[in-house]
């Protein structure tokens, strides 16, 4: 029985592991810089970003992930439960900088109320949005690949 629990265990921490390297590889990326710099920005030596970046962290603790997302200011939410699959780890907070210097009024007012809705979910709540906006956001991907399909192969006239 102990055995179990120990795999489990080893299991939870490897996902957990792996999500935090995804949640700091598409940090990485947005930095928009080249991996050398961004390493050296993250206080890290290149080659284990790399690592990172292409989630192989088997053999990178879960202590050093965590302090990797410390120091690039990413504000982490660790889950754990019954069983490994329900572990992640997954940014809890909305926090993008504006796109365009000018916005309209409503676009402000929706951005206020996602913030105030994200805030008042749980972190479990909040994955599980996550996954089915990831989920509407592929079949909408789909959609217009389909779209664009019958569009290009349409005869002509």
Excluded: C
């Excluded at 284990?48 to 302090?67: F, P, Q, W, Y």
């Excluded at 309209?104 to 105030?116: G, T, V």
Aim: glycine share 6%; hydrophobic share 45%; net charge positive.
């Amino acid at each position: 029985m102990k055995a179990i629990a120990n795999n489990a265990a080893d299991a939870t921490i490897q996902a957990l592991r792996g999500d935090l390297a995804l949640q700091l590889a598409r940090y990485a990326a947005r930095l928009g810089i080249r991996q050398i710099a961004a390493a050296k920005q993250l206080g890290l030596p290149q080659p284990t970003l790399s690592k990172i970046a292409n989630g192989r962290v088997s053999d990178v603790s879960l202590e050093l992930l965590i302090r990797v997302a410390v120091r690039a200011g990413l504000p982490i939410a660790l889950q754990t439960g019954h069983a490994p699959q329900e572990a992640g780890a997954f940014v809890s907070v909305i926090q993008s900088p504006p796109l365009r210097s000018t916005r309209s009024k409503l676009a402000d007012e929706a951005r206020a109320l996602l913030i105030q809705s994200a805030a008042s979910l749980t972190p479990s709540q909040r994955l599980e949005a996550f996954l089915e906006h990831n989920q509407l956001m592929g079949a909408l991907q789909q959609a217009g690949r389909e779209a664009e399909a019958r569009r290009v192969h349409r005869p002509t006239p």
